[in-house]
């Protein structure tokens, strides 16, 4: 019954592979959005999407591509990867709006090794 | 873009003890919220608290909006309390939360 699932938790893998990262939430939330924390534990906003629609893209590569193809899910699609992407890639859900309903929860992160 | 800053970066408390961790940022904001990064990597939700006080048993929180500042309190620390503490603020008109630059806390028995 976990909120905010997403698939591998952890995946290791060489420079020039594509790979995905699944996000599923059952919150009943109308947003969710990919964030990626770097070896500083610095976390940085991706991609956020209400509604299957695209309504943050931060200056991000356009080798990573999110899909959304309903509100309760959205992956993320990375080509060609590179060493400097290894971090670590969390998942979240909210409801937009202002409000405690605003509050927003995290998946328990996938761990991206580039070698 | 808004800053958001914590204080302070790194804290080391032996097991019972009390600490202030605090987030200042530098516009004004729709959301704060904090969150626990324990050991781990996973992110807990503490509180959603872009004005006043609350209290969740041995944590409470204020934010002073008009002074752009937020405050966590941590009482009588466990060595479960251990990990980074992430303040996030919500700029108005923007729909995303930006995290500040955390406070690592270790907690010893």
């Known amino acids: 019954d976990t909120a905010v699932s997403q698939t591998p938790k952890y995946l290791v893998t060489q420079m020039g592979n594509d790979k995905s990262i699944k996000c599923e939430q059952n919150?009943?939330?109308?947003?969710m959005y990919w964030y990626k924390q770097d070896s500083k534990k610095f976390l940085k906003i991706m991609f956020s999407?209400?509604?299957?629609?695209?309504?943050i893209n931060e200056t991000v590569p356009n080798r990573f591509s999110p899909k959304s193809p309903d509100k309760a899910h959205l992956n993320l699609h990375i080509n060609s990867l590179e060493l400097g992407d290894s971090a670590v890639y969390f998942c979240?859900?909210?409801?937009?709006?202002?409000?405690?309903?605003?509050?927003?929860?995290f998946g328990e992160g996938s761990w991206l090794t580039v070698v | 873009g808004i800053q958001v800053e914590q204080s302070p970066p790194d804290l080391i408390l032996q097991e019972g003890a009390n600490s202030t961790l605090r987030c200042n940022f530098s516009?004004?904001?729709?959301?704060l919220q904090w969150f626990h990064q324990n050991p781990w990597g996973q992110l807990i939700n503490l509180f959603y608290?872009?004005?006043g006080t609350k209290q969740n048993g041995r944590l409470s929180a204020t934010t002073v909006a008009t002074e752009r500042y937020s405050l966590l309190y941590i009482s009588s620390s466990q060595t479960t309390d251990s990990g980074v503490y992430f303040c996030?603020?919500?700029?108005?008109?923007?729909?995303?939360?930006?995290f500040g630059t955390g406070t690592r806390l270790q907690v010893f028995p």
């Open positions: 979240a859900s909210s409801h937009l709006g202002t409000g405690v309903s605003n509050t927003i929860y």
């Open positions: 919150l009943g939330h109308d947003t």
């Open positions: 999407y209400n509604n299957k629609e695209l309504i």
């Open positions: 516009d004004s904001v729709n959301n």
């Open positions: 608290i872009p004005s």
């Open positions: 996030a603020v919500e700029p108005f008109n923007t729909d995303k939360l930006i």
